[in-house]
Nanobody
Framework: VQLVESGGGLVQAGGSLRLSCAAS????????MGWFRQAPGKEREFVAA????????YYADSVEVRFTISRDIAKKMVYLQMNSLKPEDTAVYYC?????????????????????WGQGTQVTVSS
């Protein structure tokens, strides 16, 4: 499995960015696809997740309403549309894939559930 992020950059507060994640290597039926972020000196934190098969979406409280996660099954792409960006959104953003579990329901907010990670893309929001 390979995940490749793109779309990061420098933006002013209040602006928008769209992150993309190209997924390859297998089908992702039953997977959660997630976005996480890590700021300097902080732990990696959950941002959003989408169920690949059902399309259900989940968000951290800090980004709900401002961010939208989506996936394109045919293109094997996952997107994160980020609006009304704030300086505190500055971080490296990672795309990740969480395989379905046979004996329990995965906690899509827990980074330890995810087996595959991209290399990350830097998002910097200036005030």
């Amino acid at each position: 499995v390979q995940l490749v992020e793109s779309g990061g950059g420098l933006v002013q507060a209040g602006g928008s960015l769209r992150l993309s994640c190209a997924a390859s290597g297998r089908t992702f039926s039953g997977y959660y696809m997630g976005w996480f972020r890590q700021a300097p000196g902080k732990e990696r934190e959950f941002v959003a997740a989408v169920s690949w098969s059902r399309g259900s979406t989940y968000y951290a409280d800090s980004v709900e309403v401002r961010f939208t996660i989506s996936r394109d099954i045919a293109k094997k792409m996952v997107y994160l549309q980020m609006n009304s960006l704030k300086p505190e959104d500055t971080a490296v953003y990672y795309c990740a894939a969480d395989p379905p579990k046979s004996t329990y329901v995965s906690d899509y907010e827990d980074p330890n559930e995810y087996d595959y990670w991209g290399q990350g893309t830097q998002v910097t929001v200036s005030s």
